[in-house]
């Protein structure tokens, strides 16, 4: 079974600066994806960016970015330049076979103007 | 394209009820997967149907049951409600399962509310 840990439960950045969210897993599988989703307070599960285990070159999507240690089972978000409307929930998630996800608790991420 | 939907919004239901929740997945996908998302928390993966049948089933007692139907829709029924039923239900479907993960589009939920 796939574990997903997020430690911090909230975070604060400034707008305009750079902001890395953490996320640790395990899993026995050697075939598998990686997600960061955003929840905004409407509830739709958005999905932000994703990594393929087998990917060396980490996932970049314009402002966000991310840092994958497949060793280490580490795979932190990095949110360049925040803005407004990045404040939201942040969920880490894991994809393997079956196309079950696998979810952490999740971290509240506030802009502040 | 239409994307996922589901129905209803909000509900609002009393302990010892029964409640069922609707998903139409994306144009084109055959497989649905049903999440329980409690306050604060990730979601939590509770089965997937594929080809009208289950495939797969997370940690959630028999009263949590679904239903698949040939044009790919989805039903989660759950019987005996409790308190702690209370949760946002996400449906997200995707194509076919297999060896390799296929992405999951998620519709926007479904309230549940068990007083």
């Known amino acids: 079974a796939q574990t997903v840990t997020q430690s911090q439960p909230e975070m604060s950045v400034q707008e305009a600066e750079t902001v890395t969210l953490s996320c640790t897993y395990d899993t026995s599988e050697s075939n598998y994806y990686l997600f960061w989703y955003k929840q905004p307070p409407s509830r739709q599960m958005i999905l932000v960016i994703r990594q393929e285990a087998y990917k060396q070159q980490n996932a970049t999507e314009n402002r966000f970015s991310v840092n994958f240690q497949k060793a280490a089972k580490s795979f932190s978000l990095k949110i360049s330049d925040s803005q407004l409307g990045d404040t939201a929930m942040y969920f880490c998630?894991?994809?393997?076979?079956?196309?079950?996800?696998?979810f952490g608790k999740g971290i509240t991420l506030s802009v502040r103007p | 394209e239409t994307g996922v939907t589901q129905s209803p919004t909000h509900l609002i239901k009393t302990r010892g009820q029964q409640v069922t929740l609707r998903c139409s997945s994306q144009?084109?996908?055959?497989?649905v997967s049903w999440y329980q998302q409690a306050l604060g928390q990730g979601p939590q993966f509770i089965f997937q149907y594929y080809r009208e049948e289950e495939n797969g089933r997370g940690n959630f007692p028999p009263r949590f049951s679904g239903l698949q139907f040939p044009n790919y829709s989805s039903e989660l029924n759950v019987n005996a409600l409790e308190l702690d039923d209370s949760a946002l239900y996400l449906c997200?479907?995707?194509?076919?399962?297999?060896?390799?993960?296929?992405?999951?589009?998620f519709g926007p939920g479904t309230r549940l509310t068990v007083l």
């Open positions: 998630a894991f994809g393997g076979a079956n196309s079950k996800l696998t």
């Open positions: 144009s084109g996908h055959n497989t």
């Open positions: 997200a479907s995707s194509l076919a399962p297999g060896q390799r993960y296929n992405e999951q589009f």
